[in-house]
């Protein structure tokens, strides 16, 4: 259950509202977010929602049966906007782009990808300062100071910063840079780490575990949002299956499903879901149909010379033709009474 | 390698140059189908193309490296247009629309799929009379004599008919009455089917396997394609992986990737593909963006009525909805140049 | 539910019981086996069970809610016991090990397996004379000759024919000279193969699909027995992961699951299991502990030689060693109270 | 490649020696543990072995074609042994036994635990005070507190403690009541995690991810021996795949390969590797045959009420059993001449 609480509730209320509670065998975690107060109840037996809803300091009480609660389409029907500020938006009803490169490489690197993503409109750009590496030999990012340099750059352009954070002490330093930190696939179920993002005040991108399922992906913004963080967004970025002719098997059944449980935004990661350049447009295309919030796609200027997943990233000009395609894919989109 | 023959060669000729290719260490099969005669060299070493290529007989030769070697794009660029009659066509560059219930149920069902076809300006229809069940205590089809009743109705009318053909002894009684034998996700490895499928002078649909890689897809293609029938058609319709919130997972990279290492046709199955049917319209759409040739459907009148899969069934008034989107997804894919 | 006949039971009080039962809301289907006549009823509603028991001409009835009914473990407690003739088992308490290469190669290869075989106590080979192969062009057995030719070799050793039938053609040719009849990986759910299987009087040992779950084993099995043929043998030989490392991941938890819910004997397959020569006595024996009523392997006098699968097939000193150990092993499980 | 520094190299060595081999168009990481020096090259190029191997100050020099190089067995072929003092080892050769609780739960849980270990001879209990919980409301353990209080007990009657860490920042304040970090599956690719492990001189337990390839798993564990902490352990526990009847698929084809591969020990984990209790006996002998180095398992003094995984967890006698077959199995397998 969940019951969202009214501003003005005393505390003599809510500790007789939790002893209630607490009486119908519901154990209780209070959650408070930068919009609302809460108190999550957690617990298996039938109850009398209308008695506990005449309590005093109640704004609205919910059933949820979904093992994840906050996150839950069940009691916030209204889809999540985030906000990022200058007429950045991540939002149903419209679509976001994301773009760039892999790696952060170098100030002349990240000129020319702001270059490119003003040219073409495109308000949001992705780049890892820190990049998780299966190997302990591998380029690991150029760290803080990359991103100090890409925020320079960037903020006065008017473009918003997109990248992973992978441990928790990252995470304060990166605050100022930062305006989407992102979950990367290998840390969904990083349990510490998502608790931590509860706590700050900047949008969270959770991308799907590598081989995560639906419910982890939503368990897993649900430790965020319990955190105190409700500017979350979900990205479908591939899973793993036998099949090896394309690096992730892009699970494009997650976004409809994904939209159908919850009010977070959706975003389809193409670059990783296939992983071969070529096909990255296409890939990019069904995201949109199947229902997605936003793309985010790899760019460079010379995949080719990309410190890292060259393969999967386009150049400017195909980067140029694929966020056209995008709008008007996603214009058309609009005018069919899709759910 | 591929050597495709000329008409007029003579007996003596091709017994010189199979002997030539023995001595090379090739192991020859011969192949003959609708349209060619083919001598497929299966070996490891290197070899003079050009010495062989000069030998009489010899229309042209091709290293194809590929462990499939007539389904491959490397010796034949020329997309494969599947022409069914009645200007009926399943090929590159056009959007095959197949809809249907899952079962043939009786004639009154039937009758009125079949009208909602003609008013909807769609030419095939799908339908099983022949049903893999996976208990043997489940609905197993109305079997040939359904298939002769719906055979009355639908040629009638123009629509031609795709069936699924489960074993080798029903090829010869559902001839007659057949327009594209369908290979079910179960029987893509049934190697007999496969090759008593390359004797008939009848399309054939190869659906992916139920955890079929798409290099398996290819090669079972290519049993039908070596046994003398050209004339296919591959098949994605979702893959088992370890998600359970949706069927199957539809795996749209293998539109893309198929299209690119084969001239055969690619349809996509958003039905079996997700298998709910709030969300088929969707996967339906970003497969025709992902590259499809055509799209097959599930639709039923009473899709709660249906005999199997209702729950993934479309109503008329969504299958027409449907209909309408997927060609006008079509037309604006055409404006983009994709791959 | 299932209802076990008395042998004496009339028509009359046969179509009496059936319409009760039909009254109930349950659809009928008879079986009729090599031990017993049966029906088995299918529907969902709660029935008295002691009403319909008190009807004339019943043995016994249960209920089982299983999909699966006739090989469940929930109306048969008593495992069943294959009997080859000759001494020759395949049943719970007893490690039956089945060993020989995977393709019958020639009149030499068959006499050196069956001499080793018999040096070492081994009663059961295996073979391959009908090969399905994912290529077209790769080498498809010996055939019915070869069949015939091993036949006249092993049976004057006392040696048992273990083989794999592919269609349903072959079902009659192969049965004079067969044993088991093998259903691969690849026809686990080519059903109309398990329907004609049910008809016939010879054992069948079913290999675990190649993505197949448990559950569907079990079905498949349940085809045979409802066709007819009660002589059935599980068979667990690796599932399809994401994992490259080993050619299938063998799937052991299946053995003590199998056993759990089914009276039918589990056999384990190592050599396909993992793939690799140096590692499948490991794996048989972790097969014998996890409670495997037998072991089927690969062994040749040249594994390098063979037609297929060298390089997961032992050598004959292997063979020798691992069937040994096999035994040892088994006669210490006997010692163990494991369920 | 891996080059063995002497103990006494001098700066000077060194910096011609890191020359050299950069000269050759190798990146050198310099890596210093417990046990040694050592420069790892990464390249592709081949170079000429013994020019490099005659420059003062290098004790040995190999090359190492996997991705993983410390681990691998190519250069190190002795077996990696871990000592945790008072005589209790986990190595090659012999048999580890861990039991314990899935969680800490209270200070009489534990003495229950620890007494039930000591009147079986088992010296190293496992236990969690930080559990990664899928949902945020669920138990997450006693925490540090808890893991004291164990200490405490478990210390006094010589018992090794085996528990997980989630955190970089829970390293040190866990140190001094910790015997062997856990790894667990969710973060066997938490790099950040792993390089910190590498500074401590403490063994570190690495789970098999929860989808984590054997290749992976060993580059996890490269990450901490190239840390500086050759003190390693590998844990197989089941991976996901579509199968739904066993909790994991416990991949016992990934012991013997694993160990061929590295030097490092195998530990077999058939609690989660299948998730049922009365299976886990069949289980852990299956991998004691596959070739463990040792067997982990749950085990409460009534399971049912366990704080979490109840299911899986034996009970005292159950585990008494285990303890003893496991012992002579072990026994039994090492007369067999296996790999």
Redesign the interface.
């Known amino acids: 259950m969940i019951i969202q609480l009214k501003e003005d509730i005393s505390e003599k209320q809510k500790a007789s509202l939790i002893q209630e509670v607490n009486e119908i065998g519901y ?1 209780i ?1 209070e959650v408070k977010t930068q919009l609302g107060d809460y108190l ?1 109840g ?1 617990g298996k037996k039938d109850f009398d929602i209308r008695k506990i809803g005449q309590k005093e300091g109640i704004k609205d009480i919910h059933i949820v049966s979904d ?3 906050l996150v839950s389409k069940k009691w916030k029907v209204k889809p999540t906007s985030i906000d990022l500020g200058d007429g950045v938006y991540i939002k149903d009803g419209d679509m976001a782009i994301i773009a760039g490169p892999c790696s952060i490489e170098s100030e002349e690197q990240i000129r020319k990808v702001v270059s490119h993503l003003k040219e073409n409109g495109i308000r949001m750009m992705r780049g890892g300062v820190f990049k ?6 591998a380029f690991r990012g150029m760290g803080i100071d990359g991103l100090k340099l890409w925020y320079n750059i960037a903020r006065a352009e008017g473009i918003k910063i997109v990248t992973e954070v ?4 990252q995470i304060e330093e990166m605050y100022p840079y930062t305006d989407i930190y992102q979950v990367g696939a ?2 969904t ?7 931590e993002l509860g706590k700050v005040d900047k949008a969270v991108m959770i991308k799907r ?3 995560g ?4 992906l939503l ?1 897993s913004a ?2 965020v949002f ?2 105190g963080n409700e500017k979350l967004i979900l990205c479908e970025r591939g ?8 690096r992730n ?9 994904l939209k ?1 449980k919850s009010h977070l935004p959706v975003i389809v990661d193409p670059s990783h ?2 992983g ?1 350049r ?2 990255v ?3 990019a ?7 997605a919030d936003g793309i985010i796609y790899e760019t460079h200027e010379v995949p080719e010379k990309a410190y890292s997943d060259g393969q999967q990233t386009l150049d400017f000009a195909q980067s140029a ?1 694929l966020a056209d ?1 995008i709008r ?2 996603f214009a ?2 609009k005018t ?4």
């Open positions: 154990k975690t999550i957690i093992e994840y609660k998780p590496r299966t190997s302990p030999y992978m441990q928790v002490s290998r840390n179920q990083n349990f510490n780490l998502l608790d575990g590598i081989s399922t639906i419910e982890e368990q649900e430790y319990s955190g899973i793993r299956t036998y099949e090896r002719a394309s098997t892009l699970d494009l059944n997650a976004v409809p499903i159908s879901g296939i071969i070529e096909f447009p296409q890939m295309l069904a995201g949109v149909m199947a229902g033709r395609w008007k894919t058309m989109r069919f009474e899709l759910l």
